[in-house]
C-alpha cells in the first residue's frame, strides 16, 4: 500500500515569508507526527496528533510554528515569518496507534531551505 | 526527559565485515521500546530493527542483531556480513509512553568495498 507521503520535496523561500508543508499519512493511522532533522543531526520532536485529541505541541520551537491535521488525514505544517535557523529537513510519521509498540512509518520529508 | 546518546559519529567497515554501532540512553519509564533507524541518502527512514524493553533475548533481523543491556541503558546494533547497501546514517530511537521518539544523534557508517 501506499506509504506516507510529503509535499513539497524541496522548498526555497525567503527569509520572513511564510511556507506551508504538507503530509499524507498512511491510510487508517490515527497518529501522526513532525519531526525537524537539522543539518547533520537527529530528529527533533516537533507535534503529535492521536484522533480527535488535542495535539502534543511541546516540542514546536517558537510561536511560529503552528500545525493542524484536518479530518484525522492530512496534516499541514506552517512556520510564520521563516528565519534560516528553520532551514532543515521536516519529516512526518504516522502510526497505527498511539501505542508505543506501534511502528512509526517516515515520509521522504521537505527540505527547507531559508535564504 | 528521555535522551539518547550516539557516541560514533562516523564509522567504516569493510565489505562482508562487521560491524557495531553503540548507543546508550536514559528513561524514567519501566516500559519502553528501542529502534535503530537507517536513513540512506535518499532521506528515508527506514525502521531496521526493535526491542521491546521487557523482552530480555535479544532481536534479530536476518544480518542485523541487537546487544540489549537493560541495567546499563545501552542498545547496541551489529551488522554481520555488512553489504554496500548499508552504507547510510543510523539513529538510534527510544519511544515510551510520550508516544514520540527520542533520537540519538546518529552514526555515519560507511561500508568500504
Known amino acids: 500500500g501506499a506509504g506516507v507521503s510529503q509535499s513539497p520535496s524541496n522548498k526555497v523561500t525567503e527569509k520572513g515569508k511564510d511556507v506551508e508543508l504538507r503530509c499524507d499519512p498512511i491510510?487508517?493511522?490515527?497518529?501522526l507526527y513532525w519531526y525537524r532533522q537539522s543539518l547533520g543531526q537527529g530528529l527533533e520532536f516537533l507535534i503529535y496528533f492521536q484522533g480527535n485529541s488535542a495535539p502534543d505541541k511541546s516540542g514546536l520551537p517558537s510561536d511560529r510554528f503552528s500545525a493542524e491535521r484536518t479530518g484525522g488525514s492530512v496534516s499541514t505544517l506552517t512556520i510564520q515569518r521563516t528565519q534560516q535557523e528553520d532551514s532543515a529537513v521536516y519529516l512526518c510519521a504516522s502510526s497505527r496507534d498511539r501505542e508505543s509498540s506501534y511502528e512509526q512509518y517516515f515520509g521522504p520529508g521537505t527540505r527547507l531551505t531559508v535564504t | 526527559a528521555q535522551t539518547v546518546t550516539q557516541s560514533q559519529p562516523e564509522m567504516s567497515v569493510q565489505e562482508a565485515e562487521t560491524v557495531t554501532l553503540s548507543c546508550t540512553y536514559d528513561t524514567s519509564e519501566n516500559n519502553y521500546y528501542l529502534f535503530w533507524y537507517k536513513q540512506p541518502p535518499s532521506r528515508q527512514m527506514i525502521l531496521v530493527i526493535r526491542q521491546e524493553a521487557y523482552k530480555q533475548q535479544n532481536a534479530t533481523e536476518n544480518r542485523f542483531s541487537v546487544n540489549f543491556q537493560k541495567a546499563a541503558k545501552s542498545f547496541s546494533l551489529k551488522i554481520s556480513d555488512s553489504q554496500l547497501g548499508d552504507t547510510a546514517m543510523y539513529f538510534c530511537?527510544?519511544?515510551?509512553?510520550?508516544?514520540?521518539?527520542?533520537f540519538g544523534g546518529g552514526t555515519r557508517l560507511m561500508v568500504k568495498p
Open positions: 530511537a527510544l519511544r515510551d509512553a510520550g508516544n514520540m521518539l527520542t
Open positions: 491510510s487508517g493511522h490515527t497518529a
